[in-house]
């Protein structure tokens, strides 16, 4: 089946840097990348949807100069985290789809603590 | 816009015995629905899905649900659980967009 990876798994900062989040298709093209935001105990919130080569479509109540995604070709999109404060720590989860099926398909996740 | 409700937030189930999860969701546009399991810090995992046909529709690992449009239901079953089955399970739904709604979560626990 397709794979998604994301890296890093985890990654701890200090409050006020950037983090970038990397989302790979492995085995596919993804024409469509989306990103995840899961606190704990809690469900998956769509924060934004990205399409190679165009601009990301962020959900209500994202902050999209806080939050910076880019999706520069058909296996990778990033986002970035920037300034990050406590209040940003969670556990960030990407999945892709391909041009053809309803599918998507979720990598493993990235686990960001701002301390 | 869809929506989901998952209408039960936590399952205990001893080992072997069937367990249900119900998912029930809104919307005003034909949709997609979907059952995803997620394990400790963990990503998801498709467990199976519904787009159109046959209204049972088998997944892996020994799940199927049932679609059913007048109650507007796709309510998660296994017949006989194992303690390998302990996760969160998500319910989720899509329209045309592909943008998923999730549901709140239903942790399963499966105890010996």
């Known amino acids: 089946g397709a794979v998604v990876s994301q890296h890093p798994s985890r990654v701890i900062c200090k409050s006020g840097t950037s983090v970038k989040i990397e989302c790979r298709s492995l085995?596919?093209?993804?024409?469509?990348m989306f990103w995840y935001r899961q606190f704990p105990k809690q469900s998956l919130m769509l924060m934004a949807t990205s399409n190679e080569g165009s601009k990301a479509t962020y959900e209500q109540g994202v902050e999209k100069d806080k939050f910076l995604i880019n999706h520069a070709s058909l296996t990778l999109s990033t986002l970035t985290v920037t300034s990050a404060h406590p209040e940003d720590s969670s556990f960030y989860i990407c999945?892709?789809?391909?041009?053809?099926?309803?599918?998507?398909?979720f990598g493993p996740g990235t686990r960001l603590t701002v301390l | 816009a869809q929506s989901v409700t998952q209408l039960d937030s936590q399952v205990p189930v001893f080992e072997e015995a069937p367990v249900e999860l119900r998912c029930n969701y809104s919307?005003?546009?034909?949709?997609?629905l979907f059952w995803y399991v997620q394990y400790p810090n963990q990503g998801l995992q498709l467990l199976l899905k519904y787009l159109s046909g046959s209204t049972l529709v088998k997944g892996i690992n020994g799940f199927e649900a049932e679609f059913n449009k007048s109650q507007t239901s796709f309510h998660l079953r296994k017949p006989s659980v194992h303690i390998s089955d302990t996760a969160e399970y998500f319910c989720a739904v899509s329209g045309h967009d592909y943008k998923l709604s999730f549901g709140a979560g239903t942790t399963v626990t499966v105890r010996a």
């Open positions: 999945s892709a789809r391909g041009s053809e099926g309803n599918e998507q398909f």
């Open positions: 085995d596919f093209q993804a024409t469509t």
């Open positions: 919307s005003s546009v034909s949709v997609y």
